[in-house]
């Protein structure tokens, strides 16, 4: 895993760009083929691949009679939504249904369902930290055997980093940096260079960050700094007091920043600025001392009415044309190595101190947010 993650880091980021519930249908699967004389490795391996091009189709086949596959997305909005559903169905004549909203409220919508017994997200694509949540709830599902994860020699990353069991796949990479600035506010001379100097009174009033109280993906930036002990505490608990605004919207949050209402978004991700920044509003990403945060975004299936066509789309996603689809708007990397980079010039950092999140940071972050640790530690 470790391994896996410098891979990204040299050869993404710095480098040249480059279960089911009763009266649900079952994901289909090929019988176990019966015992037989030995064969030669090379005869046992085309018999297996033979064996999972059988299986795959008849999960295809269930999928197209399924006809339909709903997603609970955060990311997924606007053009990228519309560009994904049509590509998706011309080429498997299956609608997508796309439901847009925050994470921890699609969670709860999900859970909600599930309860009663009305099940209609058949996939949800959020932060790892969030979707553990439904993985806890034991309402997904493992889709660690579909057929693009088979590939040789194309990741910078194996989506199942933050899951080994292939229950939520990585499908984005994304860079939270120490800041966002609105550069007609802040002159280069006086970039912040660490979390320390945004403990200054010169910054009060001019922050802005997540809200940390409805979001998870502020704690990909703040909480992983405390965790590896790149910050303290106290630093922490001052940034926090220094008349931080949070933002509740996130596309507001960081409308706020391009339009000069606030000097900056700190730990803000490439994605939540990638519409400003290709408009050509006046941002630019800085890296601090303390570090830049890698972290990805992931897609899991849940419990559904359509789990064929969820395993489907989630393959089809993973895929090249899958990445363009998803990723070229979103300017964010992809964990393929043969996906084109879409991040944008204002949106990269100079190299310095990457901390890649790990499974366990994963865990230990969704149990901070639900915990509510980062709004007590900015409130006592």
Known sequence: MVRQWLYLIML??????VACAPNQVAVTSSPTPAA????????????????????????????????KVTIYSYKMIGDTSAAISQSFKEKYGISVDIVSGRGSELVEKILTEQRVGQATADLMESGPTTLYTLKDAKLTVSSADIPVLQEKDVWLVDPRVSDETGHILVNSLNSYFGAVINTRLV?????PKSLRDLTQPKWAGKMTTYDTTVSA?????????????FTDQETMRTFGRNNVKFAVNLASGSMDV???DFAMFVGAADSLFARSAA???PVKAIAFEEGTVVAGSA??????????????????????EGQNM????????????????????????????????????????????????????WKE
């Open 279 to 281: 408009e050509g509003a």
């Open 326 to 377: 998803f990723l070229k708007d979103l300017h964010v990397a992809s964990p393929r190595k043969d996906a084109p980079d879409f991040r944008l010039e204002a949106l990269r950092v100079p190299a310095g101190r990457l901390i890649a999140t790990t499974h366990e940071d994963d865990v230990e972050i969704n149990r901070a947010f639900t915990e509510k640790f980062l709004p007590k530690l």
């Open 299 to 320: 897609i899991a299936a849940v419990i559904s009415p359509h789990p064929n066509a969820a395993k489907l789309f989630i393959n089809w996603l993973l895929t090249p």
């Open 187 to 191: 002159k280069a001379s006086d970039e």
């Open 36 to 67: 037989s004389a030995p064969v030669s490795p090379l005869t046992s391996n085309i018999l297996t691949s033979a064996s999972q091009d059988v299986a795959w189709s008849s999960v295809v086949a269930a999928a197209k009679k399924e006809g």
């Open 258 to 260: 391009a339009r000069g």
């Open 12 to 17: 993404v980021l710095f480098v040249a760009p």
């Open 217 to 229: 993906a502020g704690y990909n930036f703040f909480y992983t700094l405390l965790r590896r002990k």
